[in-house]
């Protein structure tokens, strides 16, 4: 059975740092690419940062330079670093295991998300 389980999240005024984690099991974790996805109220849920198995990583725009992910093979576990932290980052933050089988097929998991808040 699949768990994706992150932690981390809280409340934090503006400026302050929050790292968040991910922890994945029945999976082959070093084999998937990790995400951090996050969903504000009202808005949809866009992709943060992620990092390959290989360990190449992507940001969105407006984290760059703010915002750190990396990995963990030997504990299954990705983190988030956040810093700089601004009212906008509030959202849940989800953890999504992704990987392409042999024959095109897709798999994803998610977590249930922590909340990040951040007060101005």
């Known amino acids: 059975q699949v768990q994706v389980v992150e932690s981390g999240g809280g409340s934090v005024q503006a400026g302050g740092s929050l790292r968040l984690s991910c922890a994945a099991s029945g999976i082959v974790f070093r084999f998937n690419d990790m995400n951090w996805y996050r969903q504000a109220p009202g808005k949809q849920r866009e992709l943060v940062a992620g990092?390959?198995?290989?360990?190449?990583?992507n940001y969105a725009n407006s984290v760059k330079g703010r915002f750190s992910i990396s990995r963990d093979n030997a504990k299954n576990t990705v983190y988030l670093q956040m810093n700089g932290l601004k009212p906008e980052d509030t959202a849940v933050y989800y953890c999504n295991a992704h990987r392409t089988g042999p024959f095109s097929d897709e798999y994803d998991y998610w977590g249930q998300g922590t909340q990040v808040s951040v007060s101005s």
């Open positions: 990092i390959t198995s290989g360990g190449s990583t």
